[in-house]
């Protein structure tokens, strides 16, 4: 760490140590030292932060301070140093240097699977296709994140399977890599007292647990019992001051009810500092297309989710709506990609094609392998940013990347082709089409 990085670690951590005092008091002269430190970066983002500090009446105003007073101190300040000054001011610097430097596509987040083992049987799930004999060794994921750190990437997610089957190695990653933080998505069940202290002392470790809603729906979907056990992991959490969040997956379903307003009210009165909302995707060979929303159903979880971010203390990110903010398509290491339990590295979590494996290229040399430069060139694949993907809405976009690149399907266990898979979201980007470019013309007006 060199002499300024060092120097603005020991702000902040000073400055956390003023903002337990007294959160209510001293949250401004946080933002006041984090004005001065930014060099004009960011600058939307500080002013809403420091519009929800100044007013009570914000609806952001009692997450902020919940998140302060509920917080273990060590975490929060962990949590705080790794993503403002490691993740956003060092490590933004970084990537865009190397984006100039190497002409490509640098992510801000890696996702990888640690393994493609999973101690429950979901129905529908992408990631049992794999089977469950797959592993990234402990050696592999220390080297893919420093490699990642040289090009300024301090974001680390992990994926499956179910990651916590390998908890003691991920625990060890967490304390070689300090600097980094690790975002987890979890079925939750595997996360006991024990684990809740190690995540306490490491100290650098989210977990994003799955719900598929209420009890009914969870157990329907990830087995009887599921939703208790979910909960317990909760409970537990919260009693330790971590910090934890939400992943919801949105099918034509269950939309009403996990963006019902009960189900978010629940998630805020549980203590959930975030949820991540995703769209159903019909990747593997036995992918329901009817689990598809519909264009009216989409629409109402665009609303509804707007609506709650506007008006409700919970932190939520809808990732096939929110394209405006991200400007489209975020896969293909232009904010993240995608390394698999073979380490096969794929543009996007969702699209399973590679022409690339890291245990036989550099990290960089994937990210300038033909499909990754695909997207490079290509995005944004839609001005429209309500169709930024190019799956889902824009399928001829995939299969063109396919086919130029010559990339191959990265399921082992049932490969799928890219006409098979683009065939499913054919009829689904033309009935989205008009519904999504009315909704973009009624947002560029707003």
């Not at 300024?4 to 902040?12: D, E, Y």
């Not at 293909?332 to 699209?351: E, K, S």
Request: glycine letters at 6%.
């Amino acid at each position: 760490m060199d002499v300024k990085s060092t120097i603005r670690k020991f702000g902040l951590e000073q400055a956390f140590r003023y903002l337990y005092k007294d959160p209510e008091k001293n949250m401004l002269k946080m933002m006041d030292w984090a004005d001065k430190f930014a060099k004009g970066e960011f600058v939307s983002q500080r002013a809403l932060i420091r519009e929800i500090i100044e007013n009570p009446e914000h609806p952001y105003h009692p997450f902020v301070m919940d998140l302060a007073k509920n917080t273990d101190q060590d975490v929060l300040e962990t949590l705080a140093v790794n993503f403002f000054i490691h993740a956003a001011l060092e490590g933004w610097q970084v990537q865009e240097e190397c984006r100039k430097k190497f002409n490509c596509n640098i992510p801000w987040a890696i996702l990888l699977d640690p393994t493609s083992a999973c101690n429950l049987h979901c129905t529908g799930c992408w990631a049992a296709e794999y089977g469950n004999k797959l592993n990234l060794s402990y050696e592999e994921i220390d080297n893919i994140i420093c490699q990642g750190k040289e090009l300024g990437v301090y974001l680390y997610i992990y994926t499956g399977g179910e990651p916590l089957v390998r908890k003691a190695d991920l625990i060890r990653l967490c304390e070689k890599h300090s600097d980094c933080i690790f975002l987890c998505f979890t079925n939750a069940t595997l996360i006991d007292e024990a684990f809740a202290d190690e995540m306490l002392r490491i100290k650098n470790f989210v977990p994003a647990i799955s719900l598929e809603g209420f009890e009914e729906a969870t157990d329907g979907r990830r087995g009887n019992g599921t939703y208790q056990k979910v909960i317990k992991a909760i409970k537990l959490l919260r009693q330790k001051k971590l910090v934890f969040g939400i992943s919801a997956c949105y099918t034509s379903a269950n939309f009403d009810s996990i963006t019902s307003e009960a189900f978010y009210d629940s998630l805020i009165e549980m203590g959930v500092s975030f949820i991540w909302y995703f769209h159903y995707m019909p990747v593997g060979n036995d992918a329901s297309v009817e689990l598809l929303p519909t264009p009216e159903q989409r629409v109402e979880v665009y609303r509804r989710i707007r609506l709650y971010r506007s008006t409700k203390p919970l932190f939520a990110m809808d990732f096939q709506n929110d394209g405006k903010y991200v400007g489209g398509c975020v896969a293909g290491g232009r904010r993240y990609l995608h390394i698999n339990a073979n380490g096969d590295v794929d543009p996007c979590v969702f699209i399973h094609y590679s022409d690339s494996n890291i245990r036989e290229k550099s990290l960089l040399e994937c990210l300038q392998s033909g499909i990754f430069m695909a997207y490079h060139d290509g995005q944004p694949f839609n001005e429209n940013m309500l169709r930024p993907c190019p799956m889902l809405e824009n399928p001829e976009k995939l299969r063109e990347i396919v086919a130029k690149t010559g990339a191959h399907s990265t399921d082992l266990q049932s490969p799928e082709s890219v006409e098979h898979l683009c065939a499913k979201c054919d009829s689904y980007a033309a009935n989205w089409k008009p519904t999504a470019d009315k909704l973009w013309e009624e947002q560029k007006q707003s």
